[in-house]
Protein backbone atom coordinates (compact mmCIF):
# COMPACT_ATOMS: atom_id res chain seq x y z
CA UNK A 1 0.00 0.00 0.00
CA UNK A 2 1.07 3.46 -0.69
CA UNK A 3 1.99 6.06 2.16
CA UNK A 4 -0.69 8.23 1.20
CA UNK A 5 -2.89 5.16 1.43
CA UNK A 6 -1.34 4.78 5.21
CA UNK A 7 -1.97 7.92 6.12
CA UNK A 8 -5.35 8.27 5.22
CA UNK A 9 -6.75 5.23 6.18
CA UNK A 10 -6.79 5.86 10.31
CA UNK A 11 -9.56 8.43 9.86
CA UNK A 12 -12.01 6.62 7.57
CA UNK A 13 -14.55 4.06 7.36
CA UNK A 14 -16.06 1.90 4.54
CA UNK A 15 -20.01 1.58 4.12
CA UNK A 16 -20.72 -1.09 1.17
CA UNK A 17 -24.28 -1.45 0.97
CA UNK A 18 -24.26 -5.21 -0.74
CA UNK A 19 -27.89 -5.79 -0.80
CA UNK A 20 -28.14 -9.46 -2.09
CA UNK A 21 -30.68 -10.43 -4.91
CA UNK A 22 -31.22 -8.55 -8.11
CA UNK A 23 -34.54 -8.59 -9.60
CA UNK A 24 -32.88 -7.11 -13.15
CA UNK A 25 -30.27 -9.84 -12.86
CA UNK A 26 -33.32 -13.04 -12.64
CA UNK A 27 -32.76 -13.39 -8.82
CA UNK A 28 -28.55 -13.32 -8.85
CA UNK A 29 -26.84 -11.80 -5.86
CA UNK A 30 -25.32 -9.22 -8.24
CA UNK A 31 -22.52 -8.33 -5.21
CA UNK A 32 -20.76 -11.81 -5.54
CA UNK A 33 -20.81 -12.13 -9.20
CA UNK A 34 -17.01 -13.05 -10.42
CA UNK A 35 -15.20 -10.45 -12.31
CA UNK A 36 -11.66 -11.12 -13.53
CA UNK A 37 -12.01 -14.19 -10.92
CA UNK A 38 -12.94 -12.29 -7.84
CA UNK A 39 -16.15 -11.76 -6.83
CA UNK A 40 -17.84 -7.91 -7.26
CA UNK A 41 -17.64 -7.32 -3.47
CA UNK A 42 -14.38 -8.81 -2.75
CA UNK A 43 -12.81 -5.83 -5.60
CA UNK A 44 -14.39 -3.16 -3.58
CA UNK A 45 -13.22 -4.44 -0.57
CA UNK A 46 -9.66 -4.60 -1.74
CA UNK A 47 -10.06 -1.36 -3.71
CA UNK A 48 -11.43 0.45 -0.34
CA UNK A 49 -8.33 2.45 1.54
CA UNK A 50 -9.92 2.56 5.01
CA UNK A 51 -9.79 1.28 8.76
CA UNK A 52 -13.03 0.52 8.96
CA UNK A 53 -14.80 -1.72 6.60
CA UNK A 54 -18.90 -1.84 7.27
CA UNK A 55 -20.21 -4.27 4.84
CA UNK A 56 -24.89 -3.92 4.65
CA UNK A 57 -25.57 -7.30 3.39
CA UNK A 58 -25.87 -11.16 3.81
CA UNK A 59 -22.57 -12.25 4.76
CA UNK A 60 -23.23 -15.58 2.46
CA UNK A 61 -20.90 -18.55 2.47
CA UNK A 62 -18.12 -16.18 1.53
CA UNK A 63 -18.58 -13.38 4.72
CA UNK A 64 -16.32 -15.26 6.95
CA UNK A 65 -13.22 -15.29 4.56
CA UNK A 66 -13.77 -11.86 3.09
CA UNK A 67 -14.45 -10.56 7.28
CA UNK A 68 -10.92 -12.20 7.76
CA UNK A 69 -8.98 -11.04 5.08
CA UNK A 70 -10.13 -7.53 4.40
CA UNK A 71 -10.95 -6.80 7.88
CA UNK A 72 -14.78 -6.20 7.32
CA UNK A 73 -17.80 -6.42 9.44
CA UNK A 74 -20.89 -7.99 7.62
CA UNK A 75 -24.13 -6.22 9.09
CA UNK A 76 -27.90 -6.75 7.58
CA UNK A 77 -30.60 -3.76 7.56
CA UNK A 78 -33.20 -3.51 9.84
CA UNK A 79 -35.86 -4.58 9.03
CA UNK A 80 -33.94 -6.85 5.69
CA UNK A 81 -34.61 -5.47 2.31
CA UNK A 82 -35.73 -2.00 3.59
CA UNK A 83 -34.35 0.11 0.82
CA UNK A 84 -30.57 1.99 0.69
CA UNK A 85 -30.93 4.20 3.23
CA UNK A 86 -32.39 2.10 5.56
CA UNK A 87 -28.98 -0.26 4.81
CA UNK A 88 -26.66 3.30 4.77
CA UNK A 89 -28.18 3.94 8.46
CA UNK A 90 -27.31 0.55 9.59
CA UNK A 91 -23.81 0.64 8.71
CA UNK A 92 -23.46 4.64 10.08
CA UNK A 93 -24.70 2.63 13.20
CA UNK A 94 -21.59 0.49 13.44
CA UNK A 95 -19.62 3.45 13.58
CA UNK A 96 -18.76 4.92 16.98
CA UNK A 97 -20.97 7.51 18.48
CA UNK A 98 -17.53 9.52 19.73
CA UNK A 99 -16.23 9.34 16.58
CA UNK A 100 -14.86 12.19 15.30
CA UNK A 101 -13.15 13.90 12.34
CA UNK A 102 -13.82 10.52 10.60
CA UNK A 103 -14.91 10.45 6.79
CA UNK A 104 -17.27 7.56 5.61
CA UNK A 105 -16.77 6.26 1.90
CA UNK A 106 -20.87 5.35 0.65
CA UNK A 107 -20.05 2.18 -1.80
CA UNK A 108 -21.77 0.24 -4.20
CA UNK A 109 -21.01 -3.79 -3.58
CA UNK A 110 -21.31 -3.70 -7.17
CA UNK A 111 -18.71 -1.09 -8.64
CA UNK A 112 -16.08 -3.51 -9.24
CA UNK A 113 -13.75 -1.02 -11.33
CA UNK A 114 -13.58 1.28 -8.36
CA UNK A 115 -9.20 2.02 -7.80
CA UNK A 116 -8.15 2.41 -4.41
CA UNK A 117 -6.05 5.47 -6.08
CA UNK A 118 -9.79 7.12 -6.78
CA UNK A 119 -11.15 6.14 -3.57
CA UNK A 120 -8.11 8.15 -2.02
CA UNK A 121 -8.75 11.25 -3.98
CA UNK A 122 -12.06 11.11 -2.89
CA UNK A 123 -11.19 11.05 0.69
CA UNK A 124 -8.49 13.94 0.47
CA UNK A 125 -10.21 15.88 -2.07
CA UNK A 126 -11.96 18.37 0.89
CA UNK A 127 -9.04 19.33 3.17
CA UNK A 128 -11.60 21.10 5.41
CA UNK A 129 -13.56 18.35 5.58
CA UNK A 130 -17.06 19.59 5.74
CA UNK A 131 -18.05 18.76 1.76
CA UNK A 132 -19.16 15.58 0.17
CA UNK A 133 -16.99 14.24 -2.80
CA UNK A 134 -18.50 12.03 -5.26
CA UNK A 135 -17.59 10.21 -8.69
CA UNK A 136 -19.10 11.23 -11.20
CA UNK A 137 -20.79 9.01 -13.83
CA UNK A 138 -19.98 8.51 -17.57
CA UNK A 139 -23.16 10.39 -18.08
CA UNK A 140 -21.52 13.02 -15.57
CA UNK A 141 -24.69 12.50 -13.18
CA UNK A 142 -23.51 12.05 -9.25
CA UNK A 143 -22.63 8.65 -8.50
CA UNK A 144 -24.92 7.99 -5.53
CA UNK A 145 -22.55 5.35 -4.28
CA UNK A 146 -19.22 5.95 -4.26
CA UNK A 147 -19.24 9.36 -2.32
CA UNK A 148 -16.83 10.21 0.93
CA UNK A 149 -19.01 12.27 3.41
CA UNK A 150 -17.86 13.39 6.44
CA UNK A 151 -19.65 11.39 9.42
CA UNK A 152 -21.22 14.73 10.84
CA UNK A 153 -22.57 15.94 7.93
CA UNK A 154 -24.06 12.10 6.84
CA UNK A 155 -25.85 11.43 10.08
CA UNK A 156 -27.30 15.03 10.18
CA UNK A 157 -28.01 13.97 6.26
CA UNK A 158 -30.17 11.18 7.54
CA UNK A 159 -31.72 12.79 10.46
CA UNK A 160 -33.61 14.89 8.50
CA UNK A 161 -34.93 12.49 5.87
CA UNK A 162 -35.89 10.17 8.77
CA UNK A 163 -39.47 8.67 7.74
CA UNK A 164 -41.78 11.14 10.72
CA UNK A 165 -42.50 7.25 12.60
CA UNK A 166 -38.79 6.68 12.73
CA UNK A 167 -36.66 4.51 9.82
CA UNK A 168 -35.44 5.34 6.36
CA UNK A 169 -37.90 2.46 5.09
CA UNK A 170 -38.51 3.05 1.00
CA UNK A 171 -36.29 6.02 0.96
CA UNK A 172 -34.28 6.58 -2.10
CA UNK A 173 -30.56 8.14 -2.14
CA UNK A 174 -31.54 10.80 -3.83
CA UNK A 175 -33.64 12.03 -0.68
CA UNK A 176 -30.09 12.36 1.35
CA UNK A 177 -28.15 13.91 -1.64
CA UNK A 178 -30.98 16.57 -1.72
CA UNK A 179 -30.39 17.66 1.56
CA UNK A 180 -26.44 19.09 0.12
CA UNK A 181 -26.35 22.88 -0.43
CA UNK A 182 -24.75 23.32 -3.93
CA UNK A 183 -21.07 24.38 -2.15
CA UNK A 184 -21.16 21.06 -0.14
CA UNK A 185 -21.33 18.96 -3.31
CA UNK A 186 -18.35 18.70 -5.48
CA UNK A 187 -17.49 15.52 -8.19
CA UNK A 188 -14.69 13.85 -9.73
CA UNK A 189 -14.08 12.35 -13.19
CA UNK A 190 -13.87 9.03 -13.04
CA UNK A 191 -11.16 7.33 -15.12
CA UNK A 192 -12.29 4.29 -17.74
CA UNK A 193 -15.01 2.24 -16.71
CA UNK A 194 -14.56 3.06 -13.03
CA UNK A 195 -18.07 4.41 -12.23
CA UNK A 196 -19.97 1.25 -13.66
CA UNK A 197 -21.87 -0.92 -11.56
CA UNK A 198 -24.02 -4.22 -12.59
CA UNK A 199 -27.21 -3.77 -12.86
CA UNK A 200 -28.06 -6.13 -16.10
CA UNK A 201 -26.84 -8.95 -17.71
CA UNK A 202 -25.45 -6.24 -20.71
CA UNK A 203 -23.89 -4.00 -18.06
CA UNK A 204 -22.16 -7.27 -16.06
CA UNK A 205 -20.86 -8.06 -20.00
CA UNK A 206 -19.50 -4.97 -20.56
CA UNK A 207 -18.00 -4.90 -16.80
CA UNK A 208 -16.05 -8.14 -17.63
CA UNK A 209 -14.74 -7.28 -20.69
CA UNK A 210 -13.67 -3.81 -19.29
CA UNK A 211 -11.99 -5.65 -16.27
CA UNK A 212 -8.21 -6.72 -16.27
CA UNK A 213 -6.16 -9.02 -13.67
CA UNK A 214 -4.47 -7.86 -10.49
CA UNK A 215 -0.99 -7.00 -10.91
CA UNK A 216 1.27 -6.14 -7.88
CA UNK A 217 4.69 -4.81 -8.24
CA UNK A 218 7.15 -5.72 -5.69
CA UNK A 219 9.75 -3.26 -4.37
CA UNK A 220 12.63 -5.09 -2.86
CA UNK A 221 15.96 -4.70 -2.34
CA UNK A 222 17.93 -7.46 -3.52
CA UNK A 223 20.75 -8.60 -0.82
CA UNK A 224 24.26 -9.88 -2.40
CA UNK A 225 23.65 -12.86 0.03
CA UNK A 226 20.90 -15.24 -2.18
CA UNK A 227 19.23 -16.68 1.15
CA UNK A 228 18.77 -13.11 2.06
CA UNK A 229 17.04 -12.13 -1.43
CA UNK A 230 15.35 -15.87 -1.69
CA UNK A 231 13.50 -15.33 1.42
CA UNK A 232 12.10 -11.50 0.45
CA UNK A 233 11.34 -12.47 -2.77
CA UNK A 234 9.20 -15.85 -1.00
CA UNK A 235 7.53 -12.87 1.51
CA UNK A 236 7.16 -10.03 -1.46
CA UNK A 237 5.38 -13.26 -3.39
CA UNK A 238 3.22 -14.15 -0.95
CA UNK A 239 2.27 -10.60 0.40
CA UNK A 240 0.97 -10.09 -3.42
CA UNK A 241 -0.64 -13.09 -3.54
CA UNK A 242 -3.17 -12.52 -0.28
CA UNK A 243 -3.94 -9.73 -1.93
CA UNK A 244 -5.41 -11.21 -4.39
CA UNK A 245 -2.85 -9.89 -7.19
CA UNK A 246 -2.59 -12.61 -10.33
CA UNK A 247 0.44 -11.27 -10.91
CA UNK A 248 3.51 -10.77 -8.93
CA UNK A 249 6.70 -8.46 -10.89
CA UNK A 250 9.50 -8.64 -9.03
CA UNK A 251 13.05 -5.90 -10.35
CA UNK A 252 15.51 -6.24 -12.52
CA UNK A 253 18.31 -8.56 -11.59
CA UNK A 254 16.86 -10.43 -7.99
CA UNK A 255 19.30 -13.26 -8.48
CA UNK A 256 21.78 -10.97 -7.95
CA UNK A 257 23.24 -7.47 -7.70
CA UNK A 258 25.05 -5.36 -10.25
CA UNK A 259 28.18 -4.92 -9.12
CA UNK A 260 28.51 -9.04 -8.21
CA UNK A 261 29.96 -12.16 -10.60
CA UNK A 262 27.02 -12.00 -12.96
CA UNK A 263 28.55 -15.33 -14.56
CA UNK A 264 28.93 -16.83 -11.54
CA UNK A 265 25.79 -16.70 -10.64
CA UNK A 266 23.76 -17.36 -13.61
CA UNK A 267 26.05 -20.62 -13.82
CA UNK A 268 25.40 -21.71 -9.96
CA UNK A 269 22.03 -20.23 -9.54
CA UNK A 270 20.31 -19.23 -12.45
CA UNK A 271 18.50 -22.65 -12.82
CA UNK A 272 17.51 -22.64 -8.98
CA UNK A 273 15.69 -19.21 -8.76
CA UNK A 274 13.67 -20.10 -11.91
CA UNK A 275 12.70 -23.38 -10.17
CA UNK A 276 11.67 -20.67 -6.79
CA UNK A 277 9.53 -18.77 -9.14
CA UNK A 278 7.89 -21.89 -10.49
CA UNK A 279 7.40 -23.53 -6.29
CA UNK A 280 6.05 -19.99 -6.02
CA UNK A 281 3.59 -19.57 -8.07
CA UNK A 282 2.41 -22.85 -7.74
CA UNK A 283 1.88 -22.61 -4.19
CA UNK A 284 -0.26 -19.20 -4.78
CA UNK A 285 -1.45 -19.93 -7.84
CA UNK A 286 -0.31 -16.57 -9.83
CA UNK A 287 2.42 -15.79 -12.10
CA UNK A 288 5.27 -14.71 -10.95
CA UNK A 289 7.91 -12.56 -13.13
CA UNK A 290 11.52 -11.61 -11.95
CA UNK A 291 15.01 -10.32 -13.26
CA UNK A 292 17.40 -13.57 -13.65
CA UNK A 293 20.94 -13.29 -15.63
CA UNK A 294 21.26 -16.95 -17.94
CA UNK A 295 24.79 -18.27 -19.51
CA UNK A 296 25.59 -17.56 -22.87
CA UNK A 297 28.32 -18.89 -25.08
CA UNK A 298 30.73 -16.59 -25.09
CA UNK A 299 31.22 -16.56 -21.22
CA UNK A 300 28.96 -12.96 -20.74
CA UNK A 301 24.72 -13.77 -19.44
CA UNK A 302 21.51 -12.67 -21.02
CA UNK A 303 19.54 -10.29 -18.39
CA UNK A 304 16.75 -12.63 -18.65
CA UNK A 305 13.39 -11.38 -17.02
CA UNK A 306 11.91 -14.88 -16.11
CA UNK A 307 7.59 -15.38 -16.03
CA UNK A 308 6.21 -18.45 -14.25
CA UNK A 309 3.05 -19.61 -13.17
CA UNK A 310 -0.96 -19.50 -14.54
CA UNK A 311 -0.27 -21.67 -17.48
CA UNK A 312 2.41 -19.26 -18.59
CA UNK A 313 6.44 -20.02 -19.33
CA UNK A 314 7.98 -17.22 -20.91
CA UNK A 315 11.76 -15.17 -20.61
CA UNK A 316 12.99 -11.99 -22.53
CA UNK A 317 16.16 -11.32 -22.79
CA UNK A 318 16.86 -7.88 -22.27
CA UNK A 319 17.96 -5.90 -25.68
CA UNK A 320 19.09 -2.76 -24.72
CA UNK A 321 22.08 -2.59 -22.42
CA UNK A 322 23.24 -0.12 -20.12
CA UNK A 323 26.43 1.07 -22.30
CA UNK A 324 26.04 4.82 -20.94
CA UNK A 325 26.78 7.48 -17.81
CA UNK A 326 30.15 5.27 -18.14
CA UNK A 327 28.89 1.66 -17.47
CA UNK A 328 29.37 -0.77 -19.84
CA UNK A 329 26.90 -3.39 -19.27
CA UNK A 330 27.96 -4.81 -22.37
CA UNK A 331 30.72 -5.90 -20.95
CA UNK A 332 28.91 -8.64 -19.22
CA UNK A 333 26.02 -8.83 -20.50
CA UNK A 334 24.93 -10.31 -24.54
CA UNK A 335 21.98 -8.29 -25.68
CA UNK A 336 18.86 -10.29 -26.92
CA UNK A 337 16.80 -9.89 -29.80
CA UNK A 338 13.57 -10.73 -29.44
CA UNK A 339 9.88 -9.16 -28.45
CA UNK A 340 7.55 -11.23 -25.91
CA UNK A 341 4.57 -11.01 -24.69
CA UNK A 342 2.68 -13.08 -22.07
CA UNK A 343 -1.17 -13.49 -22.44
CA UNK A 344 -2.97 -13.44 -18.98
CA UNK A 345 -6.63 -13.72 -18.25
CA UNK A 346 -7.62 -12.63 -21.69
CA UNK A 347 -4.76 -9.47 -20.84
CA UNK A 348 -2.11 -9.28 -23.28
CA UNK A 349 1.41 -8.28 -21.27
CA UNK A 350 4.17 -6.65 -23.00
CA UNK A 351 7.66 -7.75 -20.97
CA UNK A 352 10.83 -4.80 -21.68
CA UNK A 353 13.66 -4.32 -18.71
CA UNK A 354 14.75 -1.27 -17.29
CA UNK A 355 16.96 0.69 -20.25
CA UNK A 356 14.65 -0.42 -22.57
CA UNK A 357 12.59 2.39 -21.28
CA UNK A 358 14.50 4.94 -23.72
CA UNK A 359 13.50 3.53 -26.67
CA UNK A 360 9.63 4.08 -28.18
CA UNK A 361 9.97 1.67 -31.26
CA UNK A 362 10.30 -1.51 -28.60
CA UNK A 363 7.09 0.05 -26.93
CA UNK A 364 5.08 0.94 -29.74
CA UNK A 365 6.00 -2.60 -31.30
CA UNK A 366 4.66 -4.87 -28.09
CA UNK A 367 1.81 -2.33 -28.40
CA UNK A 368 1.10 -3.07 -31.74
CA UNK A 369 1.52 -6.91 -31.06
CA UNK A 370 -1.38 -6.82 -29.01
CA UNK A 371 -0.07 -5.54 -25.43
CA UNK A 372 -2.42 -3.35 -23.06
CA UNK A 373 0.82 -3.40 -20.32
CA UNK A 374 4.01 -3.26 -20.46
CA UNK A 375 5.78 -4.94 -17.41
CA UNK A 376 9.13 -3.27 -16.73
CA UNK A 377 11.53 -4.42 -13.91
CA UNK A 378 14.20 -2.27 -13.11
CA UNK A 379 17.75 -1.31 -11.60
CA UNK A 380 17.87 2.19 -12.01
CA UNK A 381 21.27 3.65 -11.68
CA UNK A 382 21.14 6.83 -9.47
CA UNK A 383 22.68 9.67 -10.03
CA UNK A 384 21.96 13.66 -11.12
CA UNK A 385 18.55 13.69 -12.63
CA UNK A 386 18.04 10.71 -12.75
CA UNK A 387 14.97 10.46 -10.80
CA UNK A 388 13.74 12.75 -13.10
CA UNK A 389 14.25 11.12 -16.32
CA UNK A 390 12.79 7.90 -15.08
CA UNK A 391 9.41 9.65 -14.38
CA UNK A 392 9.53 11.47 -17.15
CA UNK A 393 10.22 8.48 -19.48
CA UNK A 394 7.86 6.10 -18.03
CA UNK A 395 4.85 9.13 -18.80
CA UNK A 396 6.09 9.28 -22.61
CA UNK A 397 6.27 5.48 -22.72
CA UNK A 398 2.26 4.94 -21.74
CA UNK A 399 1.50 8.02 -23.87
CA UNK A 400 3.40 6.35 -27.22
CA UNK A 401 1.61 3.29 -26.80
CA UNK A 402 -1.99 3.83 -24.70
CA UNK A 403 -0.88 1.18 -22.80
CA UNK A 404 -0.06 0.72 -18.79
CA UNK A 405 3.32 0.75 -17.77
CA UNK A 406 4.19 -1.24 -14.49
CA UNK A 407 7.27 -0.19 -13.15
CA UNK A 408 9.53 -2.37 -10.53
CA UNK A 409 12.63 -1.01 -9.37
CA UNK A 410 14.66 -2.20 -7.08
CA UNK A 411 14.76 -0.62 -3.38
CA UNK A 412 18.75 1.12 -2.84
CA UNK A 413 20.87 -0.54 0.60
CA UNK A 414 20.94 2.66 2.56
CA UNK A 415 24.38 4.51 2.23
CA UNK A 416 24.93 2.74 -0.73
CA UNK A 417 28.06 4.43 -3.08
CA UNK A 418 29.11 1.76 -5.34
CA UNK A 419 28.80 2.75 -9.34
CA UNK A 420 26.87 -0.62 -9.90
CA UNK A 421 22.93 -0.06 -10.61
CA UNK A 422 20.77 -0.59 -7.34
CA UNK A 423 17.68 1.32 -7.82
CA UNK A 424 16.10 4.43 -7.03
CA UNK A 425 12.85 3.23 -5.93
CA UNK A 426 10.05 5.10 -7.55
CA UNK A 427 8.20 2.36 -9.05
CA UNK A 428 4.92 3.25 -11.13
CA UNK A 429 1.92 2.50 -11.88
CA UNK A 430 1.18 4.89 -15.19
CA UNK A 431 -1.88 5.29 -16.92
CA UNK A 432 -2.30 4.98 -20.71
CA UNK A 433 -2.70 9.12 -21.07
CA UNK A 434 0.48 9.16 -18.37
CA UNK A 435 -1.09 9.74 -15.85
CA UNK A 436 1.02 8.45 -12.82
CA UNK A 437 -1.38 6.43 -10.86
CA UNK A 438 0.55 4.91 -7.59
CA UNK A 439 4.05 5.52 -6.92
CA UNK A 440 6.52 4.88 -4.39
CA UNK A 441 9.64 6.50 -2.28
CA UNK A 442 12.98 4.43 -2.39
CA UNK A 443 12.06 2.31 0.43
CA UNK A 444 10.76 -1.68 0.08
CA UNK A 445 6.94 -1.57 -0.56
CA UNK A 446 3.96 -3.10 -2.79
CA UNK A 447 2.02 -1.35 -5.60
CA UNK A 448 -1.53 -3.23 -6.41
CA UNK A 449 -3.41 -2.15 -9.52
CA UNK A 450 -6.26 -3.81 -11.22
CA UNK A 451 -5.65 -3.53 -14.72
CA UNK A 452 -8.49 -1.50 -16.49
CA UNK A 453 -8.80 -2.98 -20.18
CA UNK A 454 -11.87 -0.17 -20.89
CA UNK A 455 -9.49 2.67 -19.31
CA UNK A 456 -6.80 1.46 -22.08
CA UNK A 457 -9.44 0.86 -25.16
CA UNK A 458 -10.93 4.88 -24.48
CA UNK A 459 -6.98 5.79 -24.06
CA UNK A 460 -7.04 4.22 -27.82
CA UNK A 461 -10.09 5.86 -29.31
CA UNK A 462 -9.24 9.39 -27.90
CA UNK A 463 -5.64 9.30 -28.79
CA UNK A 464 -4.74 7.12 -31.64
CA UNK A 465 -1.28 7.22 -32.11
CA UNK A 466 -0.75 3.69 -32.92
CA UNK A 467 -3.21 3.99 -36.12
CA UNK A 468 -1.58 7.33 -36.67
CA UNK A 469 2.07 5.71 -36.67
CA UNK A 470 1.12 2.84 -39.34
Avoid at 180 to 197: I, K
Avoid at 339 to 345: G, K, N, Q, R, S
Avoid at 379 to 404: N, Y
Amino acid sequence: MSSSAQETTATTAAIILAGGAATRMGGTDKTRLPIGGTPTVERVLRSTPAARRIVVGPDGPDGPDLAARHGARFVLEDPPRSGPLAALARGVAEIPEDAADVTVLVLGGDMPMLRPETLEALLTADPTGSAVTALAGDDGQVQFLCAAWPLRRLRSALAAVENPGGGWADLSLRRLYAQLGHEELTTRTPAGSESADIDTPDSLDRVRRAAGPRIALAQIRVDEDPQVTARTVRRAVADGAAAGAQLVLLPEATLTPFGTNLRRAAEERHEAFVALLEDLAATHGITVVAGSFSPTDDGRVHNTLVARGGGISAEYRKIHLFDAYGTRESDTVAAGDELVTIDLDGTRIGLATCYDVRFPEQFVELARRGAQAVLLPMAWADGPGKSEQLRVLLQARALDTTTVILAADQSPPQDYTGRAPRGIGQSAVIGPLGQVRQELGREEGLLLVDLGLGEVAAARRALPVLEHGT
